[in-house]
């Protein structure tokens, strides 16, 4: 069974940096994109960016440039996102979620809660 | 960056209603189109990818259509679990997108 588990809620202060993490299970780490999708309070959805765990490249949303690091580590089958200089703005349910190339986004993590309040 | 546009932000439906909900791409996006389902509290589900093609699991009341720009998602006979906000979203460019949502709910 494909899972992707996340780590708990955050409650960081302004300015500061959090780092969540995406544990897979159940399918080929390397054999899929990672993806990492913000859901905003409002509900809107934004892609902020994947990353090829095979490889460690790289594709990040204009807008989160800067803001958000996506890495891997592939012996633990885990990805990363890091986000720095930590606003309001960032107060959000942060999603990883897979995909083959050229596809959709078929399984999804839990989410994780980031609140940005000093 | 392609801008995703559901006409609708809401709208009341009531069970056994056939519903179809609309999406527009600010330029052709080659059916390179998602529909995802969600409900409060819950992540994104896939319902649809390329426009057409059924996830595995996903009741054969829900449908997808269009090409181009224009896209559309159908559900016959609305049943009370398919009451959720429901999301399109394009990835063909470089920077994927979604549109702002459809959130069904029970008259």
């Known amino acids: 069974e494909v899972q992707l588990q996340q780590s708990g809620p955050e409650l960081v202060k302004p300015g500061a940096s959090v780092k969540i993490s995406c544990k897979a299970s159940?399918?080929?780490?390397?054999?899929?994109?990672m993806h990492w999708v913000k859901q905003s309070p409002e509900n809107s959805l934004e892609w902020i960016g994947e990353?090829?765990?095979?490889?460690?490249?790289?594709s990040y949303n204009q807008k989160f440039k800067g803001k958000a690091t996506l890495t891997v580590d592939k012996s633990s089958s885990t990805a990363y996102m890091q986000l720095k200089s930590l606003t309001s703005e960032e107060s959000a349910v942060y999603y990883c979620?897979?995909?083959?190339?050229?596809?959709?986004?078929?399984?999804w993590g839990q989410g994780t809660s980031v609140t940005v309040s000093s | 960056d392609i801008q995703m546009t559901q006409s609708s932000s809401s709208f009341s439906v009531s069970l056994g209603d056939r519903v179809t909900i609309t999406c527009k791409a600010s330029?052709?996006?080659?059916?390179?189109l998602a529909w995802y389902q969600q409900k409060p509290g819950n992540a994104p589900r896939l319902l649809i990818s390329?426009?057409?093609s059924l996830e595995t699991g996903v009741p054969s009341r829900f449908s997808g259509s269009g090409s181009g720009k224009d896209y559309t998602l159908s559900i016959t006979s609305l049943q009370t679990e398919d009451v959720a906000t429901y999301y399109c979203?394009?990835?063909?460019?470089?920077?994927?997108?979604f549109g702002g949502g459809t959130k069904l709910e029970i008259k």
């Open positions: 979620t897979r995909s083959r190339n050229y596809y959709a986004m078929d399984y």
């Open positions: 159940g399918y080929s780490f390397t054999g899929y994109y």
């Open positions: 990353i090829n765990p095979s490889t460690g490249g790289t």
């Open positions: 330029e052709d996006i080659y059916n390179r």
């Open positions: 390329g426009a057409t």
């Open positions: 979203q394009q990835y063909w460019s470089t920077t994927w997108t």
